[in-house]
């Protein structure tokens, strides 16, 4: 299979997996599987900018734009996870266990230094040299902060560093409608993490998205709040300090302020992950920009100082959004016909207009209560 195959095929498997993920109600998830299909094909693009089947990448990678804003515009509402499995079925852990280390590394991610430092050294170093803290070492992380800003890939960039078993787990796969199934799965969550430990490996629990299994809300249904006890009580059995559990809690929430006391108290370490500042945009850029052609215009000092208060999300949208743009009009007035024909380069003026498009997702109301938030109840 040639390599632009692969990538096809690759392209084919998220958009599948993103399209079951529909189907079972979990919009963020299909949201960032849409992503990776998104970012397999622009890929394919670059790589390859003559192939004839481009116009028709294109047209899906639009299309997948397209469905992630919706997804992410309904992301407000709750997901509907579970819907329809048979319920004699044990949601199983192989599903939360997570088989192929992600491809992301410390280096792949723009700034976010304090978070990083907290990683290394309550997960990373104790990994390492458990001998090295004998006076034990924080179980568990909470990351929160804007959407779009890192949380999820800091999660992925530690399951691709430290050797161990990583657990990924999140509303849409331990909480059911069937009544007593989602206390089960997260007890079983945890046995297997313990099994883990015990067998001398550390195992890394991921919740991403905890507000969404913990959240304090008006009309809570009786699941919830068994669900929550039940994540209380494991959460103390690994925190136990007569054992010594290689298990590691890690949380990511957007929305902080929704956890009750209770649960943030178990999370010893509370990292705020913050917009990125001028230097990390300029570091994204770097990220982002990679297979793409500039023109001599572009000032990207001039672009860092432009996104201020755009998140990493943003950027990422803003360089894919001005990549499809060229490429877009490429097709439509561009040489096609012409097999060494390429689109222009990418011009300041492109970037301009993609921004005056884009605002940025995040509100300064809304990073005041982070910061609020920050303050009453860091630890880090
Ligand atoms: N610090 C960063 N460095 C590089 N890319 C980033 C960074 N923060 C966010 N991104 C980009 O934005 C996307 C969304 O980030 P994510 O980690 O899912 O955000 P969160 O979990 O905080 O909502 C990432 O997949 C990545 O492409
Ligand atoms: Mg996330």
New binding site residues.
Partial sequence: MSASEELEGLAVKFAQEAIELEKKGSRRLAAQKYQRALEVLLKLCALYPTAAQNRVYMEHAEAYRRRIQELQTQAAEPDHPSEGRDPSKPAGFDQWVLTEKPDISWD?????ERPKRAIEESIIFPVRRPDLFPLGWPRGILFF?P????????AAAIASEVKGVFFCADAASLMSKWLGESERNVSQLFVKAREVSDNGQPAIVFLDEVDSLMGVRGEEVGGEVRVRNQFLKEMDGILDKKKTYHVYLIG?T?KPWVLDEPFIRRFQKRIY?PL?DVK?RMD?FS?YAENLRFNDNVDLPELARMTEGY???DI?DLFQSTHLKVVRSFFQHGKVADPNALPDPITMEDFQTILTERRPSVSQGILKRYHDWDESFKAS
């Fill in positions: 792949d991610i723009a700034g976010l902060g959407p779009g800003c890192g949380k999820t890939l800091l990511a957007n992950v990125p990390a994204m990220i998140s990493g999300g990422r």
